[in-house]
């Protein structure tokens, strides 16, 4: 354990924004598998439904898509956006190859 406050106060902001963390990789690893499971199907279109953000009739985002999900962890610097470019271009390459 840390003695000086200055540690205990980053241990605290570790703690914090390794729950951060772990959450928004929870939902990338989830969309990423429903992706993977819809091209191994060879379900196209349940596949592009997943990619893209889902809207119900009122316009309004039902679950966010696995390209939203990317840019949001861009955004937040959990990977970066280089990282995040490839995967999305590698996911839309995935959709094409089953077209």
Same mark, same amino acid.
């Given at each position: 354990?840390?003695?000086?406050?200055?540690?205990?106060?980053?241990?605290?902001?570790?703690?914090?924004?390794?729950?951060?963390?772990?959450?928004?990789?929870?939902?990338?690893?989830?969309?990423?598998?429903?992706?993977?499971?819809? #091209?191994?199907? =060879?379900?196209? @279109?349940?596949?592009?439904?997943?990619?893209? %953000?889902?809207?119900? $009739?009122?316009? &309004?985002? !039902?679950?966010?898509?696995?390209?939203? #999900?990317?840019? =949001?962890?861009? @955004?937040?610097?959990?990977?970066?956006?280089? %990282?995040?470019?490839? $995967?999305?271009? &590698?996911? !839309?390459?995935?959709?094409?190859?089953?077209?």
């Amino acid at each position: 354990m840390p003695l000086i406050a200055s540690a205990k106060k980053q241990l605290r902001q570790n703690h914090k924004n390794k729950a951060r963390n772990d959450h928004f990789r929870a939902l990338y690893r989830e969309a990423r598998i429903a992706f993977e499971a819809a #091209i191994k199907a =060879k379900d196209a @279109k349940s596949a592009q439904e997943i990619l893209i %953000n889902k809207k119900d $009739k009122d316009g &309004k985002n !039902v679950k966010s898509g696995l390209q939203s #999900i990317i840019d =949001k962890l861009v @955004k937040k610097n959990i990977i970066h956006k280089n %990282n995040g470019s490839r $995967k999305k271009a &590698k996911f !839309v390459r995935m959709i094409k190859e089953l077209s």
